[in-house]
């Protein structure tokens, strides 16, 4: 049964950081893309960082580019989103994901659709106030 397990979110002032984490168990770590998402209340969820797993490329969506960093340890099998210069429109909760890599790539840079995306952790939620 694969697991995406999300911790580190919380509460933090304009300018902070805060680094998420994704535990991921009950497959063969490497099989999927990794990637972050979020939904603020009222929108959709949209992408935001993605990475080939098995020390691969990252990628971003243009919101989120050079304040964001997406990692992972691949012995840990887990996915780190390292979060720098918080915005409070960068509030929402944030959930783990993996999937194929073409669509989590298409979901994080062009704001495509999520429907292909596999598997979804419980997310974990970030808010940021000015």
């Known amino acids: 049964q694969v697991q995406l397990v999300e911790s580190g979110g919380g509460s933090v002032q304009t300018g902070g950081s805060l680094r998420l984490s994704c535990a991921a168990s009950g497959y063969a770590y490497g099989t999927y893309c990794m990637g972050w998402f979020r939904q603020a209340p009222g929108k959709e969820r949209v992408g935001v960082a993605g990475?080939?797993?098995?020390?691969?490329?990252?990628y971003y969506s243009g919101s989120v580019k050079e304040r964001f960093t997406i990692y992972e340890d691949y012995l840990k099998n887990t996915v780190y989103l390292q979060m720098n210069s918080l915005k409070p429109e960068d509030t929402a909760m944030y959930y783990c994901?993996?999937?194929?890599?073409?669509?989590?790539?298409?979901?994080?840079?062009?704001?495509?659709?999520?429907?292909?995306?596999?598997?979804w952790g419980q997310g974990t939620q970030v808010t940021v106030s000015s």
């Open positions: 994901a993996a999937g194929s890599c073409p669509s989590m790539i298409i979901a994080v840079t062009q704001g495509g659709p999520i429907g292909a995306i596999n598997y």
């Open positions: 990475v080939y797993t098995g020390g691969g490329s990252s």
